[in-house]
T-cell receptor
Framework: ETGVTQSPTHLIKTRGQQVTLRCSSQSGHNTVSWYQQALGQGPQFIFQYYREEENGRGNFPPRFSGLQFPNYSSELNVNALELDDSALYLC?????????????FGNGTRLTVT | AQTVTQSQPEMSVQEAETVTLSCTYDTSESNYYLFWYKQPPSRQMILVIRQEAYKQQNATENRFSVNFQKAAKSFSLKISDSQLGDTAMYFCAFMPPSGTYKYIFGTGTRLKVLA
């Protein structure tokens, strides 16, 4: 069984640029969640996608957007990058969107904004 | 708003000893879910143990067990017979019972197991 894979593993961008992070969910999982983990902090919920529809959003501005594709892979897009966007971005997939289905996390994408 | 607090930024334990990591949370919900996740240097978050609030019995998974005190809103993790591979960041997380099934994480406890 293939786990959750994220690409790229590391990325350096300049303030004001745009970035796209990618996530391939675990086989059979229809739900993908994205989290931002700043250095020394716990992950913070960005949004969740269930069967290609956004299923909830955390306290992040609209320049954070996402997509889920028919194969349930997902993208996180961030426009107009700011220095505070520097963080580890974690993608997690689950069999379903409820609490019974545990999250399976990828290894994350480390984004550095200079 | 729901919050999760981990008051121990760092802890260390000798190999084969027992260690307890603390977590408190705040919520007005009566039913919810609590989790402990482990994040080793590889960065991948791994589920350690889960507890449903409506279950009075404390969850156990091999060497890992929890002490769930609902009235005190406390959810501590006990690791018995600590192993070097247990060295990691440990995050306590809360999930509300409905709506957006998002995790609310604490700030983590860095655990180092000493040989």
């Amino acid at each position: 069984e293939t786990g959750v894979t994220q690409s790229p593993t590391h990325l350096i961008k300049t303030r004001g640029q745009q970035v796209t992070l990618r996530c391939s969910s675990q086989s059979g999982h229809n739900t993908v969640s994205w989290y931002q983990q700043a250095l020394g902090q716990g992950p913070q919920f960005i949004f969740q996608y269930y069967r290609e529809e956004e299923n909830g959003r955390g306290n992040f501005p609209p320049r954070f957007s996402g997509l889920q594709f028919p194969n349930y892979s997902s993208e996180l897009n961030v426009n107009a990058l700011e220095l505070d966007d520097s963080a580890l971005y974690l993608c997690a997939s689950s069999l379903d969107r409820g609490p019974i289905s545990p999250l399976h996390f990828g290894n994350g994408t480390r984004l550095t904004v200079t | 708003a729901q919050t999760v607090t981990q008051s121990q930024p760092e802890m260390s334990v000798q190999e084969a000893e027992t260690v307890t990591l603390s977590c408190t949370y705040d919520t007005s919900e009566s039913n919810y879910y609590l989790f402990w996740y482990k994040q080793p240097p590889s960065r991948q978050m791994i589920l350690v143990i889960r507890q449903e609030a409506y279950k009075q019995q404390n969850a156990t998974e091999n060497r890992f067990s929890v002490n769930f005190q609902k009235a005190a809103k406390s959810f501590s993790l006990k690791i018995s017979d600590s192993q070097l591979g247990d060295t990691a960041m440990y995050f306590c997380a809360f999930m509300p019972p409905s709506g957006t099934y998002k995790y609310i994480f604490g700030t983590g406890t860095r655990l180092k197991v000493l040989a």
